[in-house]
């Protein structure tokens, strides 16, 4: 008997494998079939129709180095379609297609990044790899400098919005011709300028997508770069007599700053949970202060400069330019924003698009070029919408998240667009959760990383692929559920891995709150416990300064 059930079982482990590779065999022929030119615009290249197996390392020897992605691994069958698709007579962009064999009935877009032309190959990956046909594009230029975008405004349209949208019309033409059957609903995810991206589309193109996926959103682009760029003037350059270096930002100033902020929320963890309830004293890192004898203290110049950053940046008129850094982030600010040189995208985005000054020095910037850059708003890049009504009427929904420690972005720009969407339908909390929800991540840099419990299904990061694909833990499964489904998220659980590797397994979990619920800590029971934390509304914020 047993004998009769192993050759039984073998049978069946046999007869899977053929039916498996019989099935490999179909959809690489079908693949190598596809004529995907043939259906899209005229001018439209092929520069690469391929079938890559589950556990192959593509490789782009192609791709500009400063994008620093030579390669990708893709974990399951698919069918890659590379094309370069014509916008203008002097524009276009390359574009990624990856048809997974496993196919959901969707389509998912991804974004870019900075001022990038760089194609997120991982997070394709991801999106193939949960059974969306996926898609990116390089945003009409390469690598990752604006110098494209110097007299030449269709580069810059491109890079604004052209090249995102002109992919979903390709993306949604070549996934039902190539599966032949009916395309489902369209989907997005992008961080940073990727999250901007994917707002400004539901404005422009409100029928492109179903659902948003919008991570720490570059919104109010402009003025976005007008603050980044004031922090080189600020900090002045590494021989500056009062410059104050990166060890300094990363222990005195940090340490003040946790001493202040720490346990607002009731718990010493390294970690703000409001950044908006955290306003630092900057007198008490002044030598001398209330008479201490430390020497681990700024003078007072460095105490201004100090001050200065954590205010909200103000327009001559005392109305908001742009909020205030998030307290907490210095860890990571040293060594950029706050490193004694020009923040690079900034200053290529003077330089190359408002400006038209190759020879701009950045030393010399002003609120004066903000206040050209809100003027000029190049291709309408801006995307500072007061409402998403026809986006919302289609029924399109959207999921933003922010980390608080974001290094680039103030969280507190979210929390800011949040409000002035929830103004035009007068604060009415039900109206503006239908469709736009948003999740503050304590302890989460930007877009990914930090002591928090960062990872919540972001993209292609390898954390991301160590958690559930399910609306409770993964905000991409969250938006398809609240789409597809009605299921509304009012949480999402974010996960810390230890070390942030998934093979050192859950450190903690945490529950991230719509906004404007906060995450609370109940006043008992282990802060590592997500039991131990509630969503709360305490409330909108109400900033003290115009919005």
């Known amino acids: 008997m047993a004998w009769m059930t192993w050759h039984l079982c073998a049978a069946h482990f046999f007869l899977a494998l053929v039916v498996n590779a019989d099935g490999r065999a ?313 490193s004694g040189k020009a923040y690079g995208p900034s200053a290529d985005w003077f330089k190359y698009a408002i400006l038209g000054d190759p020879s701009w020095d950045p030393t010399t910037y002003t609120v004066d070029d903000a206040l050209l850059a809100v003027q000029k708003n190049p291709a309408d890049i801006d995307t500072w919408p007061t409402s998403l009504a026809a986006f919302q009427a289609q029924g399109g929904k959207i999921i933003t998240y922010h980390g608080q420690q974001d290094q680039q972005i103030s969280s507190l720009n979210s929390i800011r667009f949040w409000e002035r969407l929830a103004a035009e339908v007068d604060y009415d909390l039900d109206k503006i959760d239908s469709y736009y929800r948003l999740f503050r991540i304590p302890g989460m840099n930007h877009c990914n990383s930090g002591p928090g419990a960062w990872t919540v299904g972001q993209g292609g990061s390898p954390s991301s692929y160590g958690i559930p694909f399910d609306k409770d833990h993964n905000v991409l499964a969250a938006i398809v559920d609240w789409v597809e489904k009605a299921v509304t998220p009012d949480e999402i659980v974010g996960s810390k891995f230890v070390g942030d590797s998934v093979a050192g397994g859950i450190m903690y979990q945490h529950r991230h709150c719509r906004y404007p619920y906060r995450s609370t800590y109940s006043g008992d029971g282990d802060p590592l416990d997500i039991g131990s934390w509630h969503c709360v509304n305490f409330g909108g914020y109400q900033p003290e300064t115009s919005k």
């Open 26 to 338: 179909s959809f690489k022929s079908k693949c190598l079939g596809f004529k995907p030119q043939a259906h899209v615009s005229k001018g439209v290249l092929l520069n690469r129709l391929e079938f890559v197996p589950s556990g192959t390392n593509l490789t782009f020897p192609d791709n500009d180095v400063s994008c620093n992605r030579p390669s990708q691994i893709v974990t399951g069958d698919l069918c890659r379609v590379a094309l370069y698709v014509p916008t203008s007579k002097q524009s276009g962009f390359h574009y990624e297609l990856w048809l997974p064999e496993a196919w959901n009935g969707r389509t998912l877009a991804t974004g870019n990044g900075g001022l990038d032309g760089c194609i997120k190959y991982e997070d394709i990956a991801y999106g193939a790899a949960n059974g969306f046909s996926t898609f990116g594009t390089n945003n009409g230029h390469n690598g990752t400098s604006g110098a494209a975008f110097y007299q030449n405004e269709d580069a810059v349209i491109d890079f604004s919005w052209r090249a995102l949208h002109t992919s979903v019309e390709v993306g949604k033409e070549l996934t039902p011709l190539f599966y032949n059957k009916k395309l489902g609903k369209s989907y997005y995810i992008g961080c940073s300028l990727g999250g901007r991206q994917g707002i400004g589309n539901a404005e422009k193109f409100p029928t492109d997508f179903d659902g948003i996926v919008a991570g720490s959103p570059a919104v109010d682009f402009n003025s976005l770069y007008s603050w980044r760029a004031t922090f080189f003037p600020i900090t002045g350059d590494t021989a500056s007599p009062d410059f104050i270096s990166s060890d300094t930002w990363k222990t005195t100033i940090h340490n003040e700053v946790l001493r202040q902020c720490d346990y607002i929320d009731g718990v010493n963890d390294g970690i703000i949970e409001d950044p908006r309830l955290c306003h630092i004293d900057t007198q008490q890192l002044l030598c001398g202060y209330n008479n201490s004898t430390s020497t681990d203290c700024l003078s007072a110049s460095q105490v201004q400069k100090v001050k200065t950053i954590f205010n909200d940046y103000l327009w001559p008129n005392g109305t908001l330019l742009y909020p205030r850094m998030n307290p907490g982030s210095e860890l990571l600010a040293a060594d950029g924003l706050y």
